[in-house]
């Protein structure tokens, strides 16, 4: 399919539009500028003057992006693994149960390849939702305690919903059966429910006894 040829360059341009909303979701006491003699700080004043309040939550807002770079990094592995060994067939069944029959198809260990790091995504994405909790606690108090005016909240809570929307989309994924694998880049949310024909794998060649052969 069309749309399949040119999803990795979707993905690459959606990833660099993303960058966007994650360093100003993350890194809220940093980008938002605080008070210097009156006047908007620079980011290193911004450190150069702050309380340990401050140096707390710029602490918490480059934990919380390396947080959501793990997230990026477990997301791209989970979608070169969804592209490379199912695709999409809009006519098929999406329900746990008939995409569970389907991923049999693939073998045993390419079919737990899919089932692991669509779980360590779940994880990971747990540990980033928790991260910006704290983080955007810590610096609400931080920019409403000692910022220059009222814009600067505004930019907090427009940097804080844009992150939320990404935040939302990788929470849905808690709340689906084991064998729901959704995109997490096209356009539209899709579901992976067949398997790639190029993957089945040929049971005449599965060993039952003796070392396991890693599928690639």
Partial sequence: MA?????????????????????TGTLL????????????CLPYENFNN??????????????????????????????HKFNHYLRIDHHAPTDSESVGKELVKLGEQRQQKILNINKEYQRVGA?????????TAISIY????????????????TS???LATKLFDVLMAFNMDKNVLTSSYRRQKVQFNMVNPGKIADTSKI???????ELP
């Fill in 3 to 23: 749309a399949d040829k040119y999803q990795p360059l979707i993905t690459g341009v959606t990833i660099v539009l993303e960058c966007y909303r994650v360093f």
């Fill in 127 to 135: 540990v980033t939702i928790v991260a910006v909790i704290i983080n």
């Fill in 160 to 162: 804080t919903v844009l």
């Fill in 142 to 157: 931080v920019i409403v305690n000692g910022y220059l005016d009222d814009r600067e909240p505004t930019v907090l809570a």
């Fill in 207 to 213: 060993v039952t006894e003796g070392p396991t052969i």
């Fill in 29 to 40: 006491v940093v980008f938002v500028p605080g008070i210097c003699h009156g006047q908007r």
């Fill in 50 to 79: 702050g309380d340990a309040v401050y140096r707390v939550g710029f602490v918490f807002n480059f934990l919380t992006l390396l947080c959501f770079m793990n997230l990026y990094r477990v997301e791209l592995m989970r979608e």
